[in-house]
């Protein structure tokens, strides 16, 4: 078992002979900010498995029971604040360490520690769309409409997913009133990419170029399980460009990594910016 020290030394290891990084982020950096994983250290669903997509847009009352749970879930992730992990990944792209940073978190708590340059891979939790005309409205604006029957404060904040799903009782998702789009009528869906769903061509694109023209990918908190992030982890290694892992279980790129760091990311990455931007 490696050292938060002998880790720690091997990540300003790379850093410093990798100056142009790509970071790609997973649950695990928002682990400590309150918000759970998916998946446990063996890559198993943690509770029951995430809404699809086509259940989403095909089956009424799987999404009638979406927004009910949503409606208990989503303080959490407003209300969740960065932890070391996130204020470190900023600190080191101001000091010019990070080119990009690719979350496939929703919860915008890289963007709240300060870091600028970012693509919500799956978008962002704090948005709704229509599904019809495209109008995006403020999640708490939907959470107002929806909460007629004050589920929020009915919910189970430790059972949260990270797409803001909860716990939650078939009397409180018959209660529930789902809102249409106010402008068509529309179905609103948060503006994030379910399990199944597709990342907007453009967003991927935009993620290439940036391994495209990176020395080096740094994986964080992440067991690359959905194939939305991992293949930027393949494009890298068919780049032949370094790849380095920080996630205390196996993911699914082991195999390509030049390093794999298990210490927990939070202190680990705390430790290498306090090294990198002293001041
Ligand atoms: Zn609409």
């Not at 708490?140 to 929020?152: E, F, G, H, K, Y």
């Not at 170029?209 to 740094?218: F, K, R, Y």
Request: contains cysteine; hydrophobic residues 40%.
């Amino acid at each position: 078992m490696s050292s938060l020290v002998d880790d720690a030394r091997s990540l300003e290891n790379f850093l410093s002979h990798h100056r142009r990084v790509v970071v790609l982020t997973g649950a695990g950096i928002s682990a400590s900010s309150g918000i759970p994983t998916y998946r446990d250290a063996g890559g198993h669903w943690r509770a029951s498995a995430p809404i699809k997509h086509q259940e989403f847009l095909t089956d009424p009352a799987r999404r009638r029971r979406y927004w009910a749970r949503s409606v208990a879930g989503w303080p959490a992730v407003r209300d969740a604040r960065p932890n070391l992990g996130h204020f470190a990944l900023a600190r080191l792209e101001r000091a010019q360490r990070i080119e990009l940073l690719i979350t496939q978190n929703v919860d915008r708590l890289h963007q709240r520690a300060g870091s600028r340059r970012v693509i919500d891979l799956h978008g962002r939790l704090d948005r709704v769309r229509c599904l019809d005309c495209g109008t995006l409205r403020s999640r708490n604006s939907v959470q107002r409409l929806l909460d007629p029957t004050d589920l929020a404060t009915m919910g189970h904040p430790r059972d949260t997913l990270p797409d803001g799903d909860a716990s939650i009782s078939a009397v409180q998702v018959d209660q529930l009133h789902v809102p249409g789009c106010a402008h068509c009528g529309g179905i609103l869906m948060p503006d994030v990419v379910f399990f199944g769903g597709t990342v907007p061509r453009e967003r991927v694109a935009a993620c290439k170029e940036a391994v495209l023209h990176s020395d080096a990918l740094l994986a964080v908190g992440t067991s690359l399980q959905v194939y939305s992030g991992f293949r930027f982890c393949r494009l890298a290694a068919e780049l032949d460009k370094p790849l380095a892992i920080i996630n205390p279980g196996t993911t699914r790129a082991d195999s390509l990594a030049r390093l794999k760091l298990s210490s927990d990311c939070g202190p680990l990455l705390s430790r290498v910016a306090d090294r990198l931007d002293p001041c």
